[in-house]
């Protein structure tokens, strides 16, 4: 178990992650001793976390987690981050959505992300059943400023970052370190029981608990509240490819989103910066998982039902092994209670398919981050006060949902639809963008909706897409 201990309250004017980093590294060596900056992330530790009570625990450091854990840290509040997995740790998720931008500029890492070199992302593109390859929604047609491009990120690195970032924050920051037991007690402080990777565990009280443990969902599950979407209980089958086609030579590369010709599946294609393309096959669970054959078979048979992929795979070859994961997408009854809130996938998942996850991470980390930090300092940590953000972020996400659906509609086609309704790109731009938290982002479905409503009654919207 590594254990960086931390006692820093961010003070003074300079509040830049270079100035940051620089008090911290003199306030860790002073600490410990031996603690020093340029150990973070290596083997050595202690085993016991030396403080026993915190305002706030957070479980689970992915985006979710990290970012909530640096923005209550950064306000004077004690705060642990627990990790269960050694960082740097894979993970799935490597396409960003631009809105990204303002969460790292508001945790002062968009130089670090530039400095990791992270292939740029500057639009998506979608292919259809029939193998056309629609004109590609780029961001920076709608708009001019610096967040109009974002990236693909190598997920060990890019949660690495945020996990320094918490830290860097003042956050004490723990990975190896299983969360085994949450006792929430009818009144705050609660009790969170750890157990590191030597088996020991110690037992920490917290007035506020943040779960951020994505799918693990510690808290929706323990107390029943998660609930799967009927109609998305897809599969994902994903690996890493060399030698895949690399439309921007690497550089800038859209995300590709690639319909089978029976659209019964999609493939996503996301070119990383190690050289690799990471592609991944979604369907639903039953058409993916118990067709018979293994995963790598059906990802095969796929590929063959895919011209648009096996073009751009033709001289390619696997990296390691397949991956795969089910019944990813839910949503969660209670978002909040006394002493406890959700962030990320541990409060709801809706489908991979607009690479919306690891924003929506960030932006509920940092919007309860803020909500947890005013809390605390008021002695207000109730379910309203922790979850004061949640209705304005259900109102953004809901639109993001409503686009999945739309996805998933097999007689919608998005090429048709924006061959009818042009004036509509800028608006279908600002969801893929992710900007569902300002404006009128439900814009689109004023005219998407009727003729997704036609096209399901199988009027014939090809006709009327060029009439
Ligand atoms: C197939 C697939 C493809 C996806 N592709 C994309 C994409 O291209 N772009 C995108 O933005 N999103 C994508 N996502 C979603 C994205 O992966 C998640 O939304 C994102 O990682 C959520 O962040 P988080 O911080 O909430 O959770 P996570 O990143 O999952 O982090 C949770 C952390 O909690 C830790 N944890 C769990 N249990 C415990 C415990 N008991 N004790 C201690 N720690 C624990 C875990 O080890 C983990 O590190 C995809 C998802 C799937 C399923």
Redesign the pocket.
């Known amino acids: 178990m590594l254990v960086v201990q931390s006692s820093l309250r961010v003070a003074g004017d300079d509040n830049s992650l270079g100035a940051l980093i620089r008090r911290r590294r003199r306030n860790v060596q002073f600490l410990s001793g031996w603690h020093d900056f340029a150990e973070f992330g290596c083997e050595k530790g202690i085993t016991m976390i030396a403080n026993r009570s915190y305002d706030c625990v957070v ?7 990290s970012s909530a854990a640096a923005i209550v840290a950064e306000q004077g509040l004690s705060v642990l981050l ?4 050694k960082m740097p ?1 894979f ?7 631009p809105e990204t931008y303002w969460v790292f500029e508001r945790l002062g890492i968009v130089n670090e992300l530039d400095r990791i070199g992270f292939t740029r992302k500057y639009g998506v593109q979608f292919v259809s059943s029939n193998d056309r390859e629609t004109k590609p929604f780029v961001f920076a047609e709608h708009d001019s400023r610096p967040c109009n491009e974002t990236w693909h990120v190598d ?1 060990a690195k890019f ?1 690495h970052l945020l996990f320094e970032t918490a830290f860097n924050r003042g956050a004490t920051c723990v990975d190896g ?4 037991e949450i006792d929430i007690r009818n009144k705050s402080p609660h009790l969170v029981t750890l157990q590191g990777e030597d088996g020991k565990q110690q037992e920490i009280s917290a007035k506020v608990i943040i779960d ?5 969902s ?1 808290l929706a599950n323990r107390f029943q509240t998660k609930e799967y979407y009927d109609d998305l209980r897809k599969a ?1 089958i ?1 690996g890493y490819y060399d030698g895949a086609v690399r439309a921007g030579g690497g550089k800038a590369e859209v ?1 590709c989103i690639l319909h089978t010709k029976t659209k019964d599946a999609w493939f ?1 294609y ?1 070119p990383l910066s190690d050289g690799t393309v990471s592609v ?1 096959l ?1 369907g639903d669970n039953d058409f993916l998982l118990k067709r018979g054959g293994s995963p790598a078979k059906t990802f095969e048979t796929e590929i063959n039902n895919c011209p648009g992929v096996k073009r751009r795979l033709m001289d390619a070859k696997l990296r390691g092994k397949f991956a795969v ?1 089910k019944e ?1 997408s839910y949503t969660v009854k209670e978002q909040s209670g006394d002493g406890w809130v959700l ?4 409060g709801g ?1 809706i489908d ?1 398919c607009y ?7 960030l932006k509920s ?1 940092v919007m309860a981050g803020e909500a947890v930090a005013e809390g605390l300092h008021a002695g207000d940590t109730s379910a309203k006060q922790l979850g004061k953000w949640t209705r304005e972020y259900e109102a953004g996400v809901k639109w993001i949902r409503k686009l999945v659906r739309a996805f998933y509609t097999k007689e919608f086609s998005f090429g048709s639809f924006m061959n009818a309704h042009p004036e509509h790109a800028k608006n279908v731009t600002n969801l893929l963008i992710g900007r569902v938290f300002e404006g009128n982002p439900g814009k689109v479905f004023e005219d998407m909706d009727p003729w997704i409503e036609k096209a399901k009654r199988g009027e014939d919207m090809e006709m009327a897409a060029s009439n």
């Open positions: 479980l689970g450091a992915g985006p979710g987690g627990v990790e269960r997995d740790r993970h799935v998720g490597e396409s960003l959505m997920r949660d370190t299983r969360v085994l951020a443990s994505g799918q693990s510690l994902a994903w995300t996503w996301i991944g979604v994961a990813f962030v990320g996938d541990a998942f991979p690479s919306s996850g690891v924003f929506l991470a980390g």
